[in-house]
Nanobody, 123 residues
């Protein structure tokens, strides 16, 4: 059974930072590309960024470019989403996902998902 477990969400003031973690099995990280998505109340799930299976290629959506970065710690089998200069509009449930293709922005192309972690940014 594929398991992705997110953590690190919370309440933060605008301008603050959070780092989200996504713990996965070594098998998942070595055979899948990773993605981060978010979903705000009443909105569709939105692509945030992606990390290649090799861990060497990343990109993020224009809405978070310059503020969010994605990285991986192979020793811990964990993928991170570092979020800086947070804005109230970043408030959402954040999900990590795993799938066969890199950089897909459509959530339907990721078969494996974590349970999500809530991020709330106050103004």
């Amino acid at each position: 059974q594929v398991q992705l477990v997110e953590s690190g969400g919370g309440l933060v003031q605008a301008g603050g930072s959070l780092r989200l973690s996504c713990a996965a099995s070594e098998r998942i990280l070595s055979t899948n590309n990773m993605g981060w998505f978010r979903q705000a109340p009443g909105k569709e799930r939105e692509f945030v960024g992606a990390l290649s299976r090799s861990g060497t290629i990343t990109h993020v959506a224009d809405s978070v470019k310059g503020r969010f970065t994605i990285s991986r710690d192979n020793a811990k089998n964990t993928v991170y989403l570092q979020m800086n200069s947070l804005k109230p509009e970043d408030t959402a449930v954040y999900y990590c996902a795993a799938g066969p293709a890199y950089g897909r922005t459509d959530s339907r192309e990721y078969p494996y998902w974590g349970q999500g972690t809530q991020v709330t940014v106050s103004s």
